[in-house]
């Protein structure tokens, strides 16, 4: 007896991101105030990262409520009603909480509660892989509207002491909604991980040794000239491989917006990738700091309100980081 075919969903000729929004906490930080607690000076950060100042959160201001406040912004640019929207998707690598995650929170402060919501763990490259995913929930039909957050407070895991990260990180959440297009508005991802040198960017202890002993907080650690050299490398090979999987020259892009990870990085991959003198490049890292996942969309959404990319032109999203992962995609901008 043959069984009968399972039914499936009926898929859509593409997605596009239909609207953005972003949080920023009010207190900016200085290099003068960080260069207090670390032997370093504000003319050694900017030489070594861009980074004039970040944005610290205050005690009031979690990964769930920043994520709230630049969703409901989202929705709102978009035109989308909270109840329309089937799935959350939050990337963070700054949630305190293992369980429960942080997305059906937000999901239920947004006034999505009946959303499907999850965590998305991939680092500084979580956005571009969340985004990837809803893109790929929208055409399957699986579900109508997807908010993909990225929402970050590195001030909880970060040493403030420590030379090779204090001055690095900042605060902050970018939200999209992602919707059906008549006209593929996500290009094709260009994903991959490179676990074996998974130490390069990660916490120096777990948190099983703060509980069984007297070991301090867990915080995040990393070996910056060797992340510098893989992803001045990398990512030039993967912004290629993204710009051929969507049929797109590097000339014709209006923006670049890789992950605000350091200002040399930027400019690297930007001079390699031989941009056309009219496409805008990110730099918020300058006044925001490396926001991890929440890096992408806040940069995304700086270019945008100053005016430097018009929307509806195409934008390289690259994200890297942590694990190491990396994840690539040309999206058109809302």
Same mark, same amino acid.
């Given at each position: ?11 859509? =000729? ?24 670390? +032997? ?66 937000? =999901? ?6 009946? =959303? =499907? ?38 001030? +909880? ?54 509980? +069984? ?10 070996a910056g000239p060797d992340v510098f050299r893989w992803a001045t490398r990398r990512v030039p090979e993967v912004s290629r491989q993204a710009l051929d999987a969507a049929g797109i020259d590097a000339t014709d892009l209006a923006a670049f917006i890789p992950h605000q990870a350091n200002a040399r990085i930027v400019d690297s991959a930007a001079k390699a990738l031989g941009l056309a003198p009219h496409t805008a490049v990110a730099r918020d890292i300058v006044e925001s700091g490396n926001t991890s996942a929440a890096s992408i969309p806040l940069a995304m959404d700086s270019l945008l309100s100053q005016g ?27």
């Amino acid at each position: 007896m043959t069984a009968n075919a399972l039914r499936t969903t009926r898929g859509q =000729a593409g997605s596009r991101i239909l609207g953005i929004g972003v949080y920023r906490p009010a207190r900016v930080v200085g290099n003068e105030e960080v260069c207090a607690r670390i +032997d370093s000076s504000d003319a050694w950060i900017r030489r070594r990262s861009g980074i004039v100042t970040r944005r610290f959160a205050g005690d009031e201001e979690t990964v769930i409520t920043m994520a709230t406040e630049a969703s409901v912004k989202a929705l709102a640019h978009a035109g989308v009603d909270a109840a329309a929207v089937s799935m959350v998707l939050l990337a963070s690598m700054s949630h305190l909480e293992q369980a429960p995650a942080a997305a059906p929170q937000v =999901a239920h402060l947004i006034g999505s509660g009946a =959303a =499907a919501a999850t965590d998305i763990g991939a680092g500084c490259a979580g956005f571009c892989h969340a985004l990837a995913l809803a893109d790929s929930l929208v055409r399957s039909g699986s579900v109508g509207h997807v908010l993909v957050v990225g929402s970050e407070k590195m001030s +909880d895991i970060i040493d403030p002491e420590d030379r090779g990260t204090a001055f690095l990180f900042g605060d902050g959440a970018g939200a999209v909604v992602v919707g059906p297009a008549e006209t593929p508005g996500i290009g094709p991802v260009v994903w991959g991980s490179d676990g074996e040198r998974h130490r390069l960017i990660a916490h120096d202890g777990s948190w099983r040794d703060t509980r +069984d002993s007297s070991a301090p907080w867990p915080v995040l650690r990393m070996a910056g000239p060797d992340v510098f050299r893989w992803a001045t490398r990398r990512v030039p090979e993967v912004s290629r491989q993204a710009l051929d999987a969507a049929g797109i020259d590097a000339t014709d892009l209006a923006a670049f917006i890789p992950h605000q990870a350091n200002a040399r990085i930027v400019d690297s991959a930007a001079k390699a990738l031989g941009l056309a003198p009219h496409t805008a490049v990110a730099r918020d890292i300058v006044e925001s700091g490396n926001t991890s996942a929440a890096s992408i969309p806040l940069a995304m959404d700086s270019l945008l309100s100053q005016g430097a990319a018009p929307s509806g032109g195409h934008a390289l999203l690259v994200g890297f980081g942590a694990g190491l992962v990396h994840a690539a995609q040309v999206v058109t901008l809302p």
